[in-house]
């Protein structure tokens, strides 16, 4: 199963996981990090910016998750103008080696395979961030989602549509269409690490962690994954059911062993 570390807060949240990419970055100046989008990672992005100041962080690579399709990479809303702003700029990473889905109408139909190469190519993903929706997608794997999927263009949920009308002027201007890397290129990340944070997460991330595995929950495939480590406040912990003993686990662990 995943391990589920419970912190205190967003921040402490980000600390950690910062500092689990620092060690990866020091064993492997190119390590190749899965950048995710949202509200939730952010405090990660936030704490890499002290953690990486000063270091040649020039070879670091990266795979975003999910694009929206058909939205100008120029708009303040796509994935890429996101990933620019809050990760490429402020950590100085090289904005050529940070690749984003390409959500192009004009090259749709092979976006998804395209990405696929460019992430073999790189030798796959390192370490993969990843929040959760309140509908437990992860990545814009969208209920319903195989297991097995790959890189391809889904449709929108009305309930993400909803979530994400937020940064946008009206729920109008949300895509109905996404490309997103699938369950099963997440899968193939070597490290997992899922965040959530606040009481609206709660069932999504028991569903996840403890939760039969369906494809009804697409955060739960991380239950398949042999290194998921899942990181979440109080609030977001608050439907796990093996609480107290992931807190004991954890409590316990060995000083030599990351997260
Ligand atoms: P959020 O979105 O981080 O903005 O809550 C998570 C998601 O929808 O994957």
Redesign the pocket.
């Given at each position: 199963m995943a391990e589920v570390v419970i912190v205190e807060n967003a921040d402490a949240a980000g600390a950690l996981v910062a500092a689990e990419i620092v060690e990866l970055i020091d064993g492997r100046p190119d390590a190749v990090l899965g950048l995710?989008t949202?509200?939730?990672?952010l405090p990660v992005y936030q704490a890499l910016r002290s953690r990486l100041a000063g270091r040649d962080v020039l070879p670091v690579r990266g795979f975003a998750l999910d694009e929206y399709v058909g939205l100008d990479p120029a708009h303040p809303e796509s994935y890429r103008s996101v990933i620019t702003r809050d990760v490429v700029e402020p950590l100085g990473l090289d904005p050529r080696r940070i690749h984003v889905p390409n959500g192009a109408q004009a090259t749709i139909q092979h976006a998804g395979d395209d990405y696929e190469t460019a992430i073999d190519a790189a030798g796959g993903v390192d370490l993969q961030i990843l929040?959760?929706?309140t509908d437990g997608?992860?990545?814009f794997n969208e209920p319903g989602s195989s297991f097995a999927s790959r890189t391809r263009v889904k449709t929108l949920t009305e309930q993400?549509r909803e979530?994400n009308a937020r940064f946008f002027d009206s729920i109008d201007d949300v895509p109905r269409h996404c490309i997103t890397q699938g369950l099963g290129t997440i899968l193939r990340a070597r490290h997992l690490v899922l965040l959530a944070f606040g009481e609206g997460?709660a069932q999504a991330v028991a569903d996840a962690v403890e939760g039969p595995l369906s494809a009804i929950l697409p955060g739960s495939a991380i239950q398949l994954h042999p290194h998921a480590t899942v990181v979440v406040d109080e609030a977001a912990a608050s439907r796990l059911r093996l609480a107290d003993y992931y807190r004991y686990t954890y409590a316990n662990k060995p000083d030599w062993q990351g997260i």
């Open positions: 995710a949202g509200s939730t990672p929040g959760i929706g997608h992860i990545g993400t979530d997460k």
